[in-house]
């Protein structure tokens, strides 16, 4: 069986300022740092086999702080990417509320696609070993969803440097 620790990076300034991040880059944070360096702390002396992060800045960032004291290198992947919003990239959050979504928004289907690729991903690459993964409220939704075979809405949102254990 592998362990998967599922984490949302910590704190930026998009999420502050309540700004669509979506597939951007993303900066966390002196909170978010903070909230990674927690994170750091209770990892410290657990037995973590690999790290890996969505190639984003901010998960990238994020899994840096928490993997340094196990002097573990970050594998980045892409399909840990947050949801492509499109044209709802760089807005405010609040003025989007009741707007059809654009066409180049990713679709839900394509997002569990991805989620799904991510499991079998981690279950090929790590067989019976321990993993700590940094994603992004939406794709770790995403992730849990596909695990546990319900709905996205049925899944409770994580918050900032959040950590959920899977067992594949």
């Known amino acids: 069986m592998t362990k998967l620790y599922l984490v949302r990076h910590g704190e930026t300034l998009d999420n ?17 740092r903070q909230q990674a360096l927690q994170l750091c702390e209770r990892f410290r002396n657990e037995a973590v086999d690999a790290f890996v992060a969505s190639d984003l800045r901010r998960s990238v960032d994020t899994c840096a702080i928490i993997a340094q004291p196990h002097g573990k290198e970050v594998m980045q992947t892409p399909l840990l990417r947050e949801r492509d919003w499109g044209d709802f990239t760089g807005r405010f959050i609040p003025d989007l509320k009741g707007l059809d979504f654009p066409e180049n928004v990713e679709s839900l289907d394509a997002l569990k696609q991805r989620a799904a690729e991510f499991l079998d991903f981690i279950r090929k690459r790590f067989p019976d070993q321990t993993v700590l993964a940094v994603g992004h409220g939406i794709i770790n939704k995403a992730i849990q ?3 546990y075979q319900k709905r996205m809405p049925d899944i409770p949102r994580m918050m900032n440097a959040e950590c959920r254990t899977l067992e594949l």
Do not use: D, P, S, W
């Open 145 to 147: 969803a596909v695990y």
């Open 16 to 32: 502050v300022n309540q700004i669509m991040q979506g597939q951007t880059q993303g900066m966390l944070t002196e909170a978010g």
